[in-house]
Structure formats: structure tokens, C-alpha cells
């Protein structure tokens, strides 16, 4: 079956903004009938009627992830319980969790949106598709499951973890397709090198699917050097479904954002004003095909940009550039700001450096400090006094450079940082509280 809807996906901005329109009032209509929104809606005159243009959306107030847990479990539930078939939870490290909550319509929308997704990378239902991803309440499991089988792709369900088996899956059924995320590859490529295989010569892999946790450009030109194959960029969060909310097409030039299921704002996250498309700001999402749980003007709290002008592919969805960070992973370090984007892309431009780090912040002396460790690539290097002191200082000149701030560089051997279950973890703050 072919996924390349193309009405939906090159409909003139006119024609998709009227659709918007409709499917921003059948929302409403949802919404109204959970707690949370109804109480919004009486308190600020809002009727799912009141809205005439796409654009009035900016009467809603926007919803933040404070709401979300405020409102836990059922505060923002819009359908009858006995109608919702599964949920979803993000995990915060305290406090409640963010919980979804799917229909059937909901669950089938989701599933076409990541056989889109897929199809838009160029998957076909020829390939085998080996999900490397936690099936559970994260969603790159599931939701990849149901979308590539939507596809019809002959999917391998391999869950997490165990590199050797994940290698043997591949090797035994042909895998074509991975997806997993960005900060695992690394890992596997080891295990490759351990079996004493060749990654870009050992299997049939022609496309990898990777997202759910930022990285830079830099680590993706990795990652597809390492493994031969291309890689593209998947971003989506539990608060809106999962995966399948913005995709890398053919083109590798920015993600699709799936304007006809969601809507799409970049604001100012001091000022909470509309930015300019190219100019970076927070992302703000709105669901517009969903049942029993919509989600009106979510602050995703990751910086983006909308990408100006069109995408070669034809597509007419718009495009966001690759998450540069969330702001509530922005570290202030003795005055200025600091995302863990801006190291990895120095340190990943570095050819002598590995594919692990960690920031740590410190109080030493009263002073706080950045001390960044580094993998680098051949631990031999570590041997010589005067390499080792070269690459130091090409570090510590690259990174105050970027992010104005002298930082401490400490050179490890390769595989001997932490390294996190799912997720990856960049920085640790031990700083003192004052
Ligand atoms: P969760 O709902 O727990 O899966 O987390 C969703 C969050 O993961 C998003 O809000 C982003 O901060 C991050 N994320 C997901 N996909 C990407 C991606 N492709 N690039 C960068 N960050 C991502
Ligand atoms: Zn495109």
C-alpha cells in the first residue's frame, strides 16, 4: 500500500488552513467535554463556533505540562473511559507523570501518521523493519509498531538492549530498517567492531529511523558514516502521541511537521509572542485529529525554528529545523547560557573525539565550573603527552568560542563514560545551591 498521501501532504497552504479550521473545531467540540478545557472555555467566552479562521487559535491560552500534571489522571480525558483503549505516560523524574489517553480513531490517525513518516524516508512494505526501542509506556515502541505494520513492512518487535541479539536479528531476517535513538548507534557499532563485523558491509540496512532525544547534524553525519546508511531525524513527544509528529523526508532538510494532525506556532517563551518563521523559539503544538485526548497549544518547551521557503520533495507541510535544545535543559553557567547542543557540536566536529561525553557543573573553590569529559576516539592518544595536550586546547579554544565560558576538558578512553538507559543523559549539576 502506498503512504505518500498526496492530497494531504502538497495541499496548497489555502486548502490545508481550511482543513485545519474544521478538524481546530471538531477538536474543540472534544475538548469542551473534558474538565479542564470546559472550565477554560466558560472562563474565557470560548465556543468551538466563536472560531472563524485557523488563526483565532491564538484565543486559546496555551497549556503547559504543569496542567497536564496538575490535571492527573483524568482531568483532560474528553471521551467516556469506557471508549479509551491505551495510554501513554512520559516520565518525569518527580512528581506525576504526563498521561495520554487513545481511542481507537486516535490510535489508527497515530498509525497512519508514522506509515507516512516512514513511507516519506523512502520505506517501502519490501523492507524489514527491527524497532530497537522500549515497548511500554514510551512510545517509540509502540507507535512505530502499529505505523510500520500499517505500512506493511515485516516488522521484528526487538525492544531495548542486547546488542549481540540485535545484530543477530538483523543479520538473520535481512533487516533493512532500524529505528532507534541517536545515542545507542554508537554502542551498537562497538558490539559490531567486537564480533569483528563491518556494520556498512555486514547487513542489508539501508535506512535508520533516529529520535526522541536531540543531537546535532554533526552526530548524524556520524552515525551515517559509521553505519553506511542514511539516517533521518524523527521528532514527536507522548503529549502528542509520540513519533510521527514531525519526519525527515528524502531531502534531509528540516522535518515535516504534519500540519493536517497538528498545528504548528513558534513563540517567544519570555514574551509568549509569535516569532517569525526562521527565527528560533519554543515550539507550540496543537492536536487536530484527536478524540479523547486533545491537547490545545502545548508548550513543548523545545526550541526550534520554522525552516523558510519549500522542501525539493513537494511537500507543502512546513518544516522545523532540528531541536536545538529544550529550555528547561539550558544550564546558566556564571552568566551565560548554555545548551548541551552547542558543546556536542563542537566536540562532534573534532575528529580525534569519540561519540561519548558528559558535562558536569561544579562549585570548586567557590567557583563554578564546566568540566566536560571526553571519549576520544584511539585511547592511545591519552599516551601522548604532547597530542593529548594539542587536542585539549583545540577544545577549550572551540568551546569558549561557542558558549563563552572557559570550560575544563578531561580525556577519557573510549567506553568508559556512563552510559544511560534509554535517553541519553549529557550533564550532571553538582553545583551548590545558594
Ligand atoms: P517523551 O515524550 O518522553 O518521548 O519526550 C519527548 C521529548 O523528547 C521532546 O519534547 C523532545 O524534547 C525530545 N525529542 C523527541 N524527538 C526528538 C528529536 N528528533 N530531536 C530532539 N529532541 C527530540
Ligand atoms: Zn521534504
Not at 563563552?404 to 568508559?416: F, S
Amino acid at each position: 500500500m502506498s503512504y505518500w498521501e498526496k492530497d494531504i501532504e502538497t495541499a496548497t497552504r489555502a486548502n490545508l488552513e481550511r482543513f485545519q479550521l474544521e478538524r481546530l473545531q471538531t477538536t474543540l467540540k472534544f475538548a469542551k467535554q473534558s474538565q479542564y478545557y470546559n472550565r477554560l472555555f466558560n472562563k474565557e467566552g470560548l465556543t468551538p463556533e466563536s472560531f472563524k479562521s485557523i488563526k483565532d487559535i491564538s484565543k486559546i491560552p496555551f497549556t503547559t505540562k504543569d496542567d497536564l500534571r496538575e490535571n492527573f489522571p483524568y482531568g483532560f480525558l474528553a471521551v467516556d473511559k469506557k471508549d479509551v483503549i491505551r495510554l501513554h505516560s512520559s516520565s518525569g523524574t518527580t512528581g506525576n507523570p504526563t498521561v495520554i489517553f487513545h481511542n481507537k480513531h486516535d490510535l489508527d490517525s497515530w498509525a497512519n501518521l508514522i506509515a507516512r513518516s516512514m513511507y516519506t524516508t523512502g520505506v517501502r512494505e519490501t523492507d524489514v523493519f527491527q524497532n530497537i526501542c522500549g515497548y511500554g509506556l514510551f512510545t517509540g515502541g509502540l507507535g512505530f509498531q502499529y505505523g510500520a505494520e500499517r505500512l506493511g513492512v515485516l516488522t521484528i518487535p526487538a525492544g531495548a538492549g542486547n546488542s549481540r541479539r540485535q545484530i543477530k536479528l538483523m543479520q538473520d531476517y535481512d533487516t533493512t530498517v532500524i529505528h532507534t535513538i541517536p545515542s545507542y548507534v554508537p554502542h551498537l557499532v562497538d558490539v559490531f567492531r567486537e564480533m569483528n563485523l563491518d556494520p556498512r558491509i555486514a547487513t542489508h540496512l539501508r535506512i535508520l529511523l533516529i529520535g526522541a532525544e536531540p543531537h546535532t547534524e554533526e552526530t548524524r553525519l556520524r552515525i551515517q558514516e559509521m553505519m553506511g546508511v542514511k539516517a533521518f531525524n524523527s521528532y514527536g513527544l507522548t503529549e502528542m502521541n509520540g513519533p510521527g509528529v514531525a519526519f525527515e523526508c528524502e531531502a534531509q532538510q528540516g522535518m515535516h511537521v504534519w500540519e493536517d494532525c497538528f498545528y504548528v506556532e513558534i513563540i517567544n517563551p519570555e514574551t509568549l509572542e509569535p516569532i517569525v518563521d526562521g527565527e528560533i523559539g519554543e515550539l507550540v503544538l496543537t492536536t487536530l485529529d484527536r478524540q479523547a485526548n486533545p491537547v490545545l497549544r502545548y508548550r513543548t518547551q523545545d526550541l526550534t525554528r520554522i525552516i523558510p521557503g519549500n522542501c525539493p520533495c513537494s511537500r507543502t507541510h512546513r518544516r522545523i529545523d532540528r531541536i536545538k535544545g529544550r529550555t528547561d535543559d539550558m544550564f546558566i553557567l556564571r552568566g551565560c547560557n548554555i545548551f548541551p547542543m552547542q558543546v556536542e557540536k563542537i566536540l562532534m566536529k573534532i575528529p580525534e573525539v569519540g561519540n561519548n561525553y558528559m558535562i558536569l557543573l561544579e562549585t570548586n573553590n567557590d567557583v563554578d565550573e564546566m568540566i566536560i569529559e571526553v571519549e576520544v576516539k584511539d585511547s592511545l592518544l591519552l599516551d601522548n603527552y604532547s597530542r593529548l595536550e594539542k587536542l585539549t586546547r583545540h577544545i577549550i579554544a572551540e568551546v569558549r568560542n561557542e558558549v563563552l565560558v572557559t570550560p575544563k576538558i578531561k580525556l577519557v578512553e573510549t567506553n568508559t563514560l556512563p552510559k544511560s538507559e534509554g535517553k541519553a543523559i549529557r550533564v550532571k549539576d553538582f553545583r551548590n545551591q545558594y
